[in-house]
């Protein structure tokens, strides 16, 4: 076996061995869609999303390191969330806005992130956040209902009016 042939071998068994069983890869969220055709072309023109693969009925679409299915019409609900870290959630919403995102709520600082709420045609959240920004007050929360929350001078969350 030549040299090169002989390093190639032994970094695919090094590869291997520490992918095991116990070791976990990424993680692809399901996203439940009415259309492909529609949800494909909002995650690439208004999310800066680009397509994978596309099979029936079914879909990958990423942005960097994240990789998202969209089904149509099976596995999974409409609405289902999902956390995406990024590395600054402002210059990221100038982005969204321009490209026509349905920002369901704007960046709020809270105790883990500051992060905003992204819709997709069918209901699905992508909640995306950067760190805590500690000039900010803190933030209101839209719940999966559409519901605002703030938390109230003893810090519990509770419901307020828009």
């Known amino acids: 076996m030549a040299q090169g042939e002989a390093a190639k071998a032994e970094d695919s068994k090094s590869e291997h061995a520490t992918c095991g069983a116990t070791k976990f890869g990424g993680v692809n969220p399901i996203f439940r869609v009415t259309s492909v055709d529609a949800s494909v072309k909002y995650y690439l023109d208004a999310l800066g999303f680009k397509l994978n693969w596309r099979v029936d009925g079914f879909a990958n679409v990423a942005r960097d390191r994240v990789s ?72 209101k929360w839209r719940d999966m209902n559409g519901r605002v929350w703030q938390r109230n001078a003893e810090g519990r969350w509770e419901t307020v009016e828009e």
């Not at 704007?106 to 045609?121: G, I, K, R, S, T």
């Open 68 to 139: 998202l299915f969209l089904c149509e019409g099976d596995q999974g609900h409409f609405g289902t969330w999902v956390w995406i870290g990024v590395g600054n959630v402002e210059e990221l919403l100038k982005d969204l806005e321009a490209k026509g995102a349905k920002i369901r709520n704007p960046p709020q600082n809270y105790d883990w992130a500051y992060e905003m709420q992204v819709e997709d045609l069918d209901g699905n959240v992508l909640r995306i956040g950067s760190d805590t920004r500690k000039d900010k007050p803190a933030g």
